[in-house]
């Protein structure tokens, strides 16, 4: 097979703010991700949820109590519904001011706003369910913001899914978009073929599955992929992603990790 691409060194690696800096501050918060911006972050991860009015926000679970003062599944609810609850006060009960959903426009805004270039891994979930909806609306904001590439390489934006089907979509629609596949268990396929599920173009396993098997970070780059990994907290296992040629790191902490990389 190809021999790897070298190994990223350890300054250009990139680090990627796991739905902000939010370990310090309430996750898909825009005070987490404005924290993020200022620690140094490369790029800004956050997952995107449609809501009953057609609305990108950005929200990990299926429904906002975990995250919130209210209940209800986000699907369920339209953004002004959403607008009414407080999505700071479950981390951080002394927070003088409430913090409001965020949607994909606001975070796009305050990218578009930051003073220097910072990418975002936009990851769809539970995108089966909308026939395509959650892509069509993430693709029409892209554009809105004039982030639609020309070539992957130009791009600061990757969409990132669990889901095939989503990663397909994605790739018809903006074949110049980069893709990233998430994976937490070994798939057959993987480093046999230089395809990855999605026609994606990059692999996105998690920290625990390279930790047991990192032989398959090695055999992946070896097939040619780029391999970004999640949630990457521990200092152990930033040595070990950078050992074996990771070229993202996904972190909740990135002041601590651009620290570790002496930046
Ligand atoms: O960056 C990918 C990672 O965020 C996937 O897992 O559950 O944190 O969205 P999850
Ligand atoms: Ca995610």
Redesign the pocket.
């Known amino acids: 097979s190809a021999p790897a691409d070298p190994a990223p060194g350890r300054t250009a690696v990139q680090v990627v703010a796991?739905?902000g800096s939010s370990a310090a501050l309430p996750e898909h918060t825009l005070e987490a991700y404005r924290l993020a911006i200022d620690e140094g972050a490369d790029a800004l991860?956050c997952?995107v949820r449609l809501t009953a009015d057609g609305r990108l926000v950005c929200v990990?679970d299926r429904t906002v109590r975990r995250t919130s003062d209210g209940r209800g599944a986000v699907s369920a609810m339209t953004l002004a519904e959403l607008s009414a609850l407080d999505f700071g006060s479950w981390k951080s009960p002394e927070a003088p001011r409430p913090s409001g959903i965020l949607t994909l426009a606001g975070l796009l805004e305050l990218v578009a706003d930051a003073g220097r270039p910072v990418g975002l891994?936009i990851?769809t979930?539970h995108p089966t369910r909308y026939a395509g909806r959650t892509e069509a609306e993430l693709l029409r904001m892209l554009d809105h913001y004039g982030l639609l590439p020309r070539t992957p390489e130009e791009s600061s934006v990757r969409v990132?899914s669990?889901s095939e089907l989503s990663l397909h979509r994605i790739r018809r629609a903006a074949p110049a978009l980069p893709t990233v596949y998430?994976l937490e268990r070994r798939l057959p396929v993987l480093g046999r073929t230089r395809s990855l599920p999605g026609g994606a173009g990059i692999a996105?396993p998690?920290i625990e599955l390279v930790r047991r098997d990192p032989g398959l970070v090695t055999a992946l780059r070896r097939a040619g992929h780029r391999v970004h990994v999640?949630?990457v907290d521990e200092p152990a296992d930033v040595e070990l992603c950078l050992g074996l040629g990771v070229e993202a790191l996904?972190t909740n902490r990135p002041r601590e990790v651009l620290a570790q990389l002496g930046r």
């Open positions: 796991h739905r991860e997952d990990h891994a990851e979930k990132m669990f998430l996105g998690g999640w949630t996904i």
